[in-house]
C-alpha cells in the first residue's frame, strides 16, 4: 500500500501543500505546545509530581493532525491514555490533564465544549465503544464524527475487530486511528500480526484503509480531513494507520533499552515530526528563529499558570475512589465509602 507523503523526511514539500499558510503555522503551534507539555510531564513525574505518564514523543504529527479536524462542540475524541497531544489540541485545558496524569479525580471528565470520553487505559474497548458513540450521531441526526486512537498493539485484541465491523455495518461516522508504533511495550509490530500493513485490515469491514507517514502533519492532516468529510456525508468509517515511532519509552517506568537498540531510535528521531514542520515553515518563510523564541516564551507560561492552577486543586478524598463507577454505588462500594469516611 503506498504512503501518503507530503513532506519529505527534512521538512521540504514533495508536492504541492493542501493546507494555506494560515493552517500551517497553526498547525506547527499546535506540535510545539504539545512536545512542550510532554516534556514537562515527564519532569514533573521524575519529580513525584505526576503519577506514571505514557509519553508520546515523535507522535505529536499523528495525533495533532487528526485533533485539528475536529470541533470540540460537535465531534467526539476518545483517546487511549497515549494521546495526550490530541486531547489537548482537542481542547482540553492543560491543567485538567497534568490532575488526570496525578490521577487526580478533578481532573477526570471534560469540560463543557470539550466531547471527550476520559483517557482508556484498557487496550481496545474504546473501539467499540467508539463504534457505538459514532452511530448515535447519526440517530441523533447530527452530522458529527468519532475519532478514536489505538496502538499497534491493541489491534490484535478482539474488540478492535468488532468495534471495526459494527461501525463498517452501520455506516457510523467514525475514524480509527492506529498509531503504528513499532511497539507494544516490548513486542515489535512484526510478532502481532501477519499482514504487513494494519490498513489492509479495513478490506475486510469493507470500508477505505489509509496509510499514511505519521510524522508528517500535512499528510496525517489531510487525510483525516478526507476521513472527516467522508463520515460527515454519511459514508461510513476510515482507518486510518499512522506510522510513526515512540521515540520516548512506552511509560515513566519502561526502560526501552531492554528490548531495542538505540540506533532504531535515533533513525526516527532524524525524522522528528516538528523538525520536519518548522523546515518546511522556514523552507516556505513562513517563520522564523524571533517567532519561535516568542512561541517557546508564550508555551512556558502558559504552562506554568496551568500548573499552579493543578497545585492549587484540593486534595483529592480517599472515599472518591469508589464514588464514580455507577449512577449508584453498589453494596458493597457503599460499605468501603462508608469505612473510607470513618463512618463505618
Ligand atoms: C486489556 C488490556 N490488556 C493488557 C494491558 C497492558 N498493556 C498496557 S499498554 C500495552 C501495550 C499496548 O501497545 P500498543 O497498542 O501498540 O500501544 P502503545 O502503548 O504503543 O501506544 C499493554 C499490553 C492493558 N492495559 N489492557
Given at each position: 500500500m503506498d504512503t501518503v507523503q507530503y513532506?519529505?523526511?527534512?521538512?521540504?514539500?514533495?508536492?504541492?501543500?493542501?493546507?494555506?499558510p494560515e493552517e500551517l503555522i497553526q498547525g506547527y503551534r499546535a506540535l510545539r505546545r504539545a512536545r512542550h507539555f510532554d516534556e514537562k510531564a515527564v519532569l514533573l513525574q521524575r519529580q513525584g509530581r505526576l503519577g506514571v505518564y505514557p509519553p508520546f514523543r515523535g507522535q505529536e504529527a499523528a495525533q495533532v493532525g487528526v485533533a485539528l479536524c475536529l470541533r470540540a462542540e460537535h465531534d467526539w475524541l476518545l483517546p487511549s491514555y497515549r494521546e495526550t497531544a490530541a486531547a489537548l489540541t482537542f481542547g482540553m485545558p492543560i491543567h485538567k490533564l497534568i490532575l488526570s496524569w496525578r490521577a487526580?479525580?478533578?481532573?477526570w471528565g471534560a469540560p463543557p465544549g470539550v466531547n471527550m470520553v476520559q483517557f482508556y487505559i484498557p487496550i481496545a474497548t474504546q473501539i467499540p465503544q467508539a463504534a457505538g458513540v459514532a452511530y448515535a450521531q447519526r440517530l441523533l441526526g447530527k452530522d458529527a464524527v468519532a475519532a478514536v486512537f489505538i496502538g499497534d498493539g491493541g489491534t490484535s485484541e478482539g474488540d478492535f475487530h468488532e468495534g471495526l465491523n459494527f461501525a463498517a455495518v452501520f455506516s457510523a461516522p467514525l475514524l480509527v486511528v492506529v498509531q503504528n508504533n513499532g511497539w507494544a511495550i516490548s513486542v515489535p509490530t512484526r510478532k502481532q500480526m501477519k499482514v504487513e500493513r494494519i490498513a489492509l485490515r479495513a478490506q475486510g469491514y469493507g470500508i477505505p484503509g489509509v496509510v499514511v507517514d505519521g510524522n508528517d502533519l500535512v499528510a496525517v492532516w489531510s487525510v483525516a480531513k478526507a476521513a472527516v468529510e467522508r463520515a460527515r456525508r454519511g459514508e461510513g468509517p476510515t482507518l486510518i494507520e499512522a506510522l510513526t515511532y515512540?521515540?520516548?519509552?512506552?511509560?515513566?517506568?519502561?526502560?526501552?533499552s531492554r528490548y531495542r537498540s538505540e540506533e532504531e531510535a535515533r533513525r526516527w528521531e532524524a525524522r522528528d515530526p516538528i523538525r520536519r514542520m518548522k523546515n518546511c515553515l522556514l523552507h516556505l518563510g513562513l517563520w522564523s528563529e524571533e517567532e519561535e523564541a516568542r512561541l517557546n516564551e508564550e508555551l512556558e507560561a502558559e504552562f506554568e499558570a496551568e500548573l499552579a492552577l493543578a497545585d492549587r486543586a484540593p486534595e483529592p478524598r480517599?472515599?472518591?475512589?469508589?464514588?464514580?463507577?455507577?449512577?449508584e454505588m453498589q453494596p458493597d462500594q457503599l460499605a468501603a465509602w462508608r469505612y473510607l469516611r470513618g463512618e463505618a
Open positions: 513532506l519529505d523526511d527534512t521538512g521540504r514539500p514533495l508536492q504541492a501543500l493542501p493546507l494555506g487526580d479525580p478533578a481532573g515512540r521515540v520516548a519509552p512506552h511509560t515513566t517506568s519502561d526502560d526501552p480517599p472515599w472518591e475512589i469508589v464514588e464514580q463507577v455507577y449512577q
